[in-house]
């Protein structure tokens, strides 16, 4: 009897563990709950969003897909960067919401959902899918007020949208200079003035024209994503004078150092646009000959 009791008691308290646990877990704002079950104020395939359109204080955006390229089409006209219109479709198909707080129309400017809350529109072709007011944060600073454009039902989603929406035309831009596959680069041409010289790999033994040097990766990786941070849209009167030209393949990078203002004017040959260079950036790529010698292999 001892030892029945032994067993039953311990197995009776697991069981009311049990049972106290799954209510617990039932209980409001406290259980476990899916991506599945996931309440969202607006639905739409991404993959299908061919345009959108973003209107705040900071102006009118219209970003399109132009032969498989997400492109700015207004204001200006540049290509989009692609990680930026991935994040903003991806952030305006999951918009979580908890609660209802509103439904008086009256009551949104106190929300900034009204007509001057940021505006986004989603296309698929022609046909509007979305549109949402993005609103102020919560005191929490980690929720948004958000309503669905034609519904005056005010929600409060989960997580913050300014940065992902709230951006000028130029903030849209794709900022690359050149980008490739380390193994594209494979031969590096530079030319200071007359100063020509060329940086390779075969077999994975780096040289400098004909003398071996080790493997080069700050400078690779530096060219490999080579971004720019300003754009100069403005016509340049006066092109200061040639610093160095890099080639790889059939692409060049074109600098020029800018006295005046202590930066770089660099320009590839994939484009018209010209770009603005701190000293520090360019460094990283205008390497001399003693330069790589002095990365002498192990």
């Not at 929490?140 to 929406?165: C, K, L, P, Q």
């Not at 031969?187 to 020509?196: K, L, Q, S």
Request: glycine content about 6%.
């Amino acid at each position: 009897m001892t030892m029945k009791r032994s067993t039953i008691l311990p197995a009776a308290i697991l069981i009311i563990l049990v049972i106290a646990a799954y209510f617990v877990l039932q209980r409001p704002g406290e259980q476990s709950r899916s991506d599945a079950e996931a309440n969202y104020l607006v639905e739409y395939d991404s993959a299908a969003i061919s345009r959108f359109e973003v209107t705040s204080s900071k102006g009118h955006v219209v970003l399109e897909k132009t032969g498989g390229t997400w492109m700015i089409t207004d204001p200006i006209r540049y290509p989009a960067a692609a990680f930026m219109v991935t994040r903003a479709i991806e952030s305006g198909r999951t918009i979580e919401i908890k609660s209802v707080v509103s439904t008086n129309p009256e009551k949104q400017n106190l929300f900034q959902v009204d007509s001057t809350g940021l505006l986004v529109r989603f296309y698929e072709g022609p046909v509007e899918k979305a549109a949402i007011r993005f609103g102020k944060t919560t005191t929490s600073f980690t929720e948004t007020y958000v309503r669905a454009e034609g519904s005056d039902e005010v929600h409060i989603a989960v997580g913050t949208f300014g940065t992902v929406f709230d951006r000028k035309a130029p903030d849209w831009r794709d900022k690359t200079i050149f980008r490739s596959p380390r193994e594209n680069l494979a031969e590096v041409r530079f030319a200071y003035g007359d100063t020509t010289f060329s940086v390779t790999e075969h077999d994975t033994v780096w040289m400098v024209d004909q003398e071996m040097i080790g493997e080069p990766t700050s400078f690779i990786a530096s060219l490999s994503a080579f971004d720019t941070q300003g754009f100069v849209d403005t016509t340049i009167t006066h092109l200061p004078p040639l610093t160095a030209v890099i080639t790889v393949g059939d692409r060049t990078i074109r600098f020029h150092f800018d006295d005046p203002t202590d930066t770089y004017l660099v320009q590839s040959s994939a484009s018209e646009q010209w770009f603005s260079i701190p000293i520090s950036k360019a460094k990283q790529l205008l390497l001399r000959k003693a330069d790589f010698l002095a990365m002498k292999r192990k």
